[in-house]
């Protein structure tokens, strides 16, 4: 949560400033066909709900206030309050915007430095502060090693240093201590090292080769922000080979990324030079229904974003909606459907296609794209991270039954349970994603993957015979 809300959770009430304890956050956006921006109309609200996590159900109030997130001033703004039904909070909504669910406390000024022996100051190290009312705080250090945060009064807090260790980029713990917040600021000086420090250095840039001083630097899930020059210093422990990635995020709506660059990493460490950001990561693809689709670009090959929806063959074909159960079981010719043949699951979830939709020679996907291999989709699982982990990393945050394990959605990938039609019957939609690869495995089989409610793994399968309805997604050739 706090690598992706906007600021931090500092909310303004009574002409003073309070510290925020989230019961549960969501940001609202909405845009036409063109992308601009929607708002509600004046006079109007929505109805927003929020499932309370069952940690917090105990300590969760029967009426909370209401928080919405004002841009300009970097605070969140009191708006009322919310609700408690059940084991959900709902409120009001008057404008799309993010919206949160808090207790709002008193709190005191944390600041401090983090060094290493010698005196060197540590850039994005992070800092981790445990409170027992609020939870956990984070924040990093900057480029001179300082870091800054307000943590709640008259509290015994577990202050915690972490650093980025290994080629695969874990944190590791480098310092931890016990602070007395009572009524005063804190501040801290502190020393935190790890085995060995061996920088990787750099510049980020746009397409115009002028440095990106809003942008970062990725090794795998870690982040590393650049200064105002664009430069990055990432300090790393093992003296090995590293894959890293450069992002330009000037613009928000239409962030890009640099080629992927390994470098390896010695005892001076290494100099990365110019990681030039001009891939752009989000986009937009149309088919031939007009149907327009977000993508997302995930290592070099670009995904739709969401379910294939198309009733139309590419040379224009019209795809048969074929509804009846003993008439769909005996196809060997291409097909869709809805789930429950119910056209409201169409918006969600994409249409269902049997695998002989995927090959036929008319194409399936718009002009430019196909039906992703086994190859290919073997190809996106490793660059995550491997099938027996990454599931959490392709599906969505919401839309799935619980507990929708490991779910962070990090790629973009957005998958959703979208069910399958198997013998002519529809089941797991909630619980299954299910989209076909253009790949025969056996007569009447072909490769598919399959992501699941309650797992963290991709699963590779032939389980569902070529006459079978799946999701697509279609990959950019």
């Known amino acids: 949560m706090f690598d992706q809300m906007p600021g931090e959770l500092l909310g303004g009430l009574n002409d003073t400033l309070r510290l925020l304890r989230s019961f549960g956050m ?45 841009e300009a001033q970097g605070i969140w703004m009191h708006e009322g309050t919310a609700q408690r039904q059940s084991n959900q909070y709902v409120g009001q909504a008057s404008h799309f915007s993010w919206w949160n669910c808090d207790i709002p406390k008193y709190f005191n000024d944390l600041y401090g430095s983090v ?79 790890l085995d060995g420090r061996y920088p990787i250095t750099g510049t980020v840039v746009n397409c115009q080769n002028q440095p990106v001083a809003s942008g970062y630097v990725k090794i795998g899930p870690k982040v590393f922000l650049t200064n105002e020059s664009g430069q990055f210093n990432i300090q790393t422990c093992a ?11 000037s613009n928000a709506d239409s962030i890009k990324a640099s080629e992927f660059d390994t470098v390896q990493v010695g005892l001076q460490g290494t ?28 290592g070099n090959q670009r995904w739709m974003a969401e379910n294939l929806r198309t009733a139309t063959y590419t040379n224009g074909a019209p795809i048969p909606n074929v509804t009846l159960n003993t008439a769909w079981t005996g196809l060997s010719s291409g097909a869709w459907c809805n789930y429950n043949n119910n056209v409201a699951n169409d918006t969600v ?41 990454v ?22 990938f957005s998958g959703l349970p979208g069910g ?32 699941n409610y309650n797992g963290f793994v ?20």
């Not at 002989?356 to 020679?361: E, G, L």
């Open 239 to 249: 003296l090995d080979e590293y894959v890293i990635r450069g992002y330009d995020t």
């Open 391 to 412: 599931g959490g990393k392709m599906k969505s945050i919401t839309g799935w039954n619980a507990p929708n394990t490991e779910a962070t959605n990090e790629s973009g």
């Open 271 to 298: 100099e990365a030079g110019i990681l030039q950001a001009c891939l752009n990561i989000f986009g937009t693809v149309t088919d031939i229904d007009g149907n327009i689709y977000p993508t997302v670009l995930i």
């Open 115 to 193: 060094n290493t022996s010698d005196g060197t100051p540590i850039s994005d190290a992070q800092v981790k502060v445990v409170s027992p009312t609020l939870g956990t705080g984070i924040t990093y250090t900057n480029a001179e090693g300082v870091f800054t945060g307000r943590v709640p009064k008259n509290q015994l807090l577990t202050l915690n240093v972490y650093l980025t260790c290994s080629t695969i980029n874990d944190w590791a713990l480098a310092h931890s201590e016990t602070l007395n917040s009572q009524t005063q600021a804190l501040s801290s000086s502190i020393t935190a090292s």
């Open 349 to 389: 979830y994409g249409k269902l296609y049997n695998w002989y939709t995927t090959v036929d020679p008319r194409g399936l996907c718009p002009a430019g794209w196909h039906v992703p291999s086994d190859g290919e989709w073997t190809n996106l699982t490793d660059f995550l991270g491997g099938a027996s982990v």
């Open 458 to 477: 991709v699963n590779r399968a032939n389980s569902y015979g070529m006459r079978s309805g799946l999701s697509v997604r279609c990959l950019m050739d």
């Open 26 to 70: 969501a940001s609202i956006e909405l845009r036409d066909a063109n992308m601009n921006e929607l708002q509600l109309v004046n006079g109007q609200s929505a109805t927003l709900k929020f499932n309370i996590p069952t940690t917090l159900q105990a300590d969760a109030p029967a009426t909370i206030d209401w928080w919405s997130f004002d």
């Open 420 to 451: 399958v039609r198997y013998n002519g019957d529809f089941n797991y939609v909630g619980y299954d994603g299910n989209w076909w690869s253009s790949t025969e495995s056996f007569p009447l089989l072909a490769w598919l993957r399959n992501l």
